[in-house]
């Protein structure tokens, strides 16, 4: 409490002293009006062509074909010839058995 009042005081004078301050002044340069653009730059020089890029990957395989039409019929045969008449049978028996 000895020293409360005195440091009281002295913030009070503090305080009150950054109140009475003038503010800086700061000059600032204004710019005028701008001049006439410049020359135009010579030209710059083409570069050299780049490298052949890599070849490209393989297509996948297509799909399989429809299946084609029926052919059309073919036209009919000639006629044959007669065959030989028949020759006469010997002593053979055919038996016919149903099924």
């Not at 009070?12 to 020359?39: F, M, N, S």
């Not at 039409?69 to 045969?77: C, I, L, P, R, V």
Request: glycine share 22%; with cysteine.
């Amino acid at each position: 409490m000895k020293y409360s009042m005195v440091f009281v005081a002295l913030m009070t004078v503090v305080g009150l002293g950054a109140c009475d301050r003038q503010p800086a002044t700061t000059v600032v340069a204004v710019p005028g009006p701008a001049g006439p653009p410049g020359a135009t730059g010579p030209a710059a020089q083409k570069g050299a062509t780049g490298a052949t890029g890599a070849t490209g990957y393989t297509g996948a395989t297509g799909d399989t074909g429809a299946t084609g039409d029926t052919g059309a019929t073919g036209s009919s045969g000639a006629e044959g010839v007669q065959g030989e008449p028949g020759k006469a049978g010997g002593d053979t028996t055919v038996i016919v058995t149903p099924k």
